[in-house]
């Protein structure tokens, strides 16, 4: 008795940038069952992560899915991800399912309608947060509602990050209950865990002294994350508390902002912006608290890190964020926006040191569900119950 034909698994999204759902992807890229299914990526240009995609075996650029809207270079990237998709089933065993799984918002509308356009009925899209939020001028917010709800009909599977964003899913009438599952953004635990051999390190490399309290977010510079927020509760923490450090480890657009902020505030010799950082666990490891001030969000990659590094946080209280930090338990959750509690809960912890250190030590129990390997895993059994093979 043969085997059957691996199923074809074509993963889609915009860009490799640096960011939670661009790591995910490439990890599952990289560790699904090659023996069981023909697995291939398919993003635009640039990002920290593409050389590590190019390194893919089923790797395709292509050139016209960038992030901004572009009416004339979104068109050719729908027809270029079409074409790709064409050579792909032709390439296969005309008996193997196919299976097209996009990311994020732009990928995710291009990519699906591009799949069922070449032929491809089983479309799936995981929701890494919606591309609609409240900080939207209304018409914006309704024209995204709309793609989103025209682009759901020709999507066989969602999957969500957190019940917070099945639950807007639900509300915006994108998808039922039923049509969307839960599968969490993963980490590596025991990377996240293990404390480093040598846990100063990050600290010698940026001139940070090693006694004193070091306040932490780890985010791309974008409006989304919020991190003038950051910065102005960071300056209102630095009056009570002048011997803190503060570290916002990234880049991206507001760079220049930020930079400009910090200056203004008078923060230049506490404050530090080393860019983007591989070793995020070792920079939390440095770290004595870690803060998120997002706006919106799916499910942050870097709050359940820095639970299983052991810290306590701060965050806004945005979608997927609550179902791991539980305020009071493993730190405190905000409004966001509100500069002014961030700083004092970030104030409250320095103030509070043992009671902080508990609260990390409570985190590091939070975050069994958001194991890397469970998460492919799981994604391997979605696939295999959507192409029969169950």
């Excluded at 969490?184 to 010698?204: E, K, L, T």
């Excluded at 450090?245 to 930079?259: N, P, T, V």
């Excluded at 200056?263 to 860019?275: D, I, Q, R, T, V």
Aim: hydrophobic share 45%; proline share 5%.
């Amino acid at each position: 008795m043969t085997s059957p034909a691996p199923v074809t698994v074509v993963h889609i999204i915009t860009k490799m940038e640096l960011g939670g759902a661009q790591r995910n992807t490439l990890y599952t890229v990289q560790h699904l069952d090659s023996k069981r299914f023909r697995i291939f990526l398919l993003t635009g240009p640039g990002g920290e992560l593409l050389a590590e995609a190019r390194a893919c075996k089923g790797f395709r650029l292509m050139p016209d899915m960038i992030r901004q809207i572009s009416p004339v270079r979104d068109f050719r990237a729908l027809l270029q991800i079409r074409r790709e998709l064409v050579r792909i089933m032709a390439d296969g065993p005309s008996d193997a399912p196919v299976i097209v799984h996009t990311h994020s918002s732009k990928a995710g509308i291009i990519g699906r309608w591009a799949a069922w356009l070449a032929g491809v009925r089983i479309i799936v899209h995981s929701v890494h947060g919606f591309g609609f939020h409240d900080f939207q001028k209304a018409p914006v917010r309704l024209m995204y509602k709309v793609l989103e709800r025209l682009t759901s009909r020709i999507t066989k599977k969602f999957i969500v990050v957190s019940e917070a964003n099945r639950t807007t899913g639900e509300a915006a009438g994108i998808f039922t209950r039923d049509a969307a599952c839960l599968i969490r953004s993963g980490i590596d635990i025991d990377s996240f865990s293990r404390i480093p051999d040598d846990a100063q390190a990050v600290r010698r490399e940026l001139g940070i002294p090693q006694d004193v309290p070091l306040v932490t977010m780890v985010a791309c510079f974008k409006p989304q994350k919020a991190p003038l927020d950051f910065v102005r509760a960071c300056a209102a923490v630095h009056r009570l508390y002048p011997q803190a450090y503060f570290l916002l480890a990234g880049d991206g657009e507001l760079r220049e902002q930020i930079e400009a902020e910090v200056a203004a505030l008078g923060l230049e010799k506490n404050f530090f912006m080393p860019g983007w950082r591989r070793d995020v666990a070792a920079v939390l490891h440095a770290s004595t608290i870690a803060v998120l001030s997002s706006y919106w969000e799916g499910l942050p990659q870097v709050v359940p890190q820095a639970c299983a590094a052991g810290l306590p946080i701060v965050a806004t209280r945005v979608d997927g964020t609550p179902e791991v930090v539980q305020d009071g338990v493993n730190g405190f959750l905000v409004t966001p926006g509100d500069v002014e509690l961030l700083a004092e809960k970030i104030a409250c912890l320095l103030e509070h040191p043992v009671e902080a250190r508990a609260m990390g030590a409570i985190g590091k129990t939070m975050v069994a569900e958001f194991d890397i390997n469970a998460m492919v895993r799981a994604q391997e059994d979605l696939y295999l119950e959507l192409a029969g093979r169950r």
